[in-house]
């Protein structure tokens, strides 16, 4: 079975920015879709952003859209969230996750990297 | 967007018990709901998809059922490794939601 490893959490202030990036090995990366998913301390989870495969359209959750951007590189088996103009309410643990196959429920996930926004 | 209401919030429960878990949708989501169990400190783990289809490796007192806007988990026979949170997700409109977690407890 594959695997995702996330990177680039870190504390940052508001109005910063980070990149997190999620390294995919063990299936075949450039034929699903990639998804962020993240989790604020003691919550539930809360769907962030898919980037589909072929043509790499994105989709975003309007509590992060217009500061958040998804993209990926299938040469290198990786999918990135730049988040810009980081909130307090950002603070989380991001995680990365597959797509089953068929847009309906997510098979892998990485162990998630935590953003903590605060000054 | 989607509500999904799950219920109930937590829950206590002995070994060997039977445990449903419901999940409510606030519009109709033909079958496109998955669950996911998560344990602390670790990422959600894919039960069910497709509202019914046990994920492969997934042990078999774990079932899934429903469809429209009702759906429910159910674990046969409880087991120590269990004990976790229960999340479920609907897949049919973006953006994408989850239910607000079950919780379940040893009593």
Redesign the interface.
């Known amino acids: 079975e594959g695997q995702l490893l996330e990177s680039g959490g870190g504390l940052v202030q508001p109005g910063g920015s980070l990149r997190l990036s999620c390294a995919a090995s063990g299936f075949t990366f450039s034929v699903y879709p990639m ?1 962020w ?1 993240r989790q604020a301390p003691g919550k ?4 962030v952003s ?1 980037i589909s495969d072929i043509a790499g359209s994105t ?1 975003y ?2 509590s992060v859209k217009g500061r958040f951007t998804t993209s990926r590189d299938d040469s290198k088996n990786t999918v990135h969230l730049q988040m810009n103009s980081l909130r307090a309410e950002d603070t989380a643990i991001y ?1 990365c996750a597959k797509d ?1 196959g068929g ?5 892998i ?4 990297t935590m953003v903590t926004v605060s000054s | 967007a989607i509500q999904l209401t799950q219920s109930p919030s937590s829950l206590s429960a002995s070994v060997g018990d039977r445990v449903t878990i419901t999940c409510r949708a606030s519009q109709g989501i033909s079958s ?1 709901l ?1 669950w ?1 169990q ?1 344990k602390l400190g ?5 039960l069910i ?2 509202a019914s289809t046990l ?1 492969s490796g997934v042990p078999s007192r774990f079932s899934g059922s429903g469809s429209g806007t009702d759906f429910t988990l159910t674990i046969s026979s409880l087991q120590p490794e269990d004990f976790a949170t229960y ?1 479920c ?1 609907q ?1 049919n409109t ?8 079950t919780k379940v407890e040893i009593k």
């Not at chain 1, 996930?109 to 998630?112: A, P, S």
């Not at chain 2, 973006?94 to 977690?101: D, V």
């Open positions: 998804s998913v539930g989870l809360e769907w898919t989709l959750a309007d995680y089953i847009w309906d429920a997510f098979d996930w990485g162990q998630g | 496109t998955a996911y998560q670790k990422p959600p783990n894919l998809y497709g994920k999340y997700q897949f973006y953006p994408l939601t989850f239910g607000g977690g």
